[in-house]
T-cell receptor
Framework: LAKTTQPISMDSYEGQEVNITCSHN???????ITWYQQFPSQGPRFIIQ???TKVTNEVASLFIPADRKSSTLSLPRVSLSDTAVYYC????????????????FGDGTTLTVKP | IAGITQAPTSQILAAGRRMTLRCTQD?????MYWYRQDLGLGLRLIHY???????GKGEVPDGYSVSRANTDDFPLTLASAVPSQTSVYFC??????????????FGPGTRLTVT
């Protein structure tokens, strides 16, 4: 079971690039890394997912080093509306071994974007 | 309405009472999940289901039960509520199970207070 560790909070300013790193030293071979965004009083929303190297979509990039023990979510040119909690999720609910049903959301990183 | 609906939005429940939280999705997703989120913390998986008729235990299943009679509905039951079950409960679904890409779509949550 891959326990994840993220910074509790980060501050940034509008227009800056923000990088949030998640540590997952015990990641299993079959585990994917997924990032979610959560606004107050709402359910989390999927941002991006990757297995290794780099993944990019229209809202973010995800960098995963070769050892996969960490990952970095990169948000380009943040705006005030990006203020939210960001969760790194590692695990495989569908594993066939004792890790079945295990997927670990960390406690998240609260990103505050200032004007 | 597309997506996931949860009911009730919020509930205050006396300890020892039985309660069923409802979850319905209209996306014809095979997999569904129940999470709880305690104040200021990340989400923890309670139960999951990869298809109608099958369910599995997540990280924190004790005190909860689920059923999956059909594709769309995934109710969560607290047989005898205790104060430690005070939390926000999120239902989620994903298109398929057993594949690496399982973007989860979350409902708006049910805020439950057990007194």
């Amino acid at each position: 079971l891959a326990k994840t560790t993220q910074p509790i909070s980060m501050d940034s300013y509008e227009g800056q690039e923000v990088n949030i790193t998640c540590s997952h030293n015990n990641i299993a071979t079959n585990d994917y890394i997924t990032w979610y965004q959560q606004f107050p009083s709402q359910g989390p929303r999927f941002i991006i997912q990757g297995y290794k190297t780099k993944v990019t979509n229209e809202v973010a990039s995800l960098f995963i080093p070769a050892d996969r023990k960490s990952s970095t979510l990169s948000l380009p040119r943040v705006s005030l509306s990006d203020t939210a909690v960001y969760y790194c999720l590692v695990g495989d609910i569908w594993a066939s071994d004792t890790n079945a049903g295990k997927s670990t959301f960390g406690d998240g990183t609260t990103l505050t974007v200032k004007p | 309405i597309a997506g996931i609906t949860q009911a009730p939005t919020s509930q205050i429940l006396a300890a020892g009472r039985r309660m069923t939280l409802r979850c319905t999705q209209d996306m014809r997703h095979n997999a569904m999940y129940w999470y709880r989120q305690d104040l200021g913390l990340g989400l923890r998986l309670i139960h999951y289901s990869n298809t109608a008729g099958t369910t599995g235990k997540g990280e924190v299943p004790d005190g909860y039960s689920v059923s999956r009679a059909n594709t769309d509905d995934f109710p969560l039951t607290l047989a005898s509520a205790v104060p430690s079950q005070t939390s926000v409960y999120f239902c989620a679904s994903s298109e398929s199970a057993g594949e690496p890409t399982y973007e989860q779509y979350f409902g708006p949550g049910t805020r439950l207070t057990v007194t």
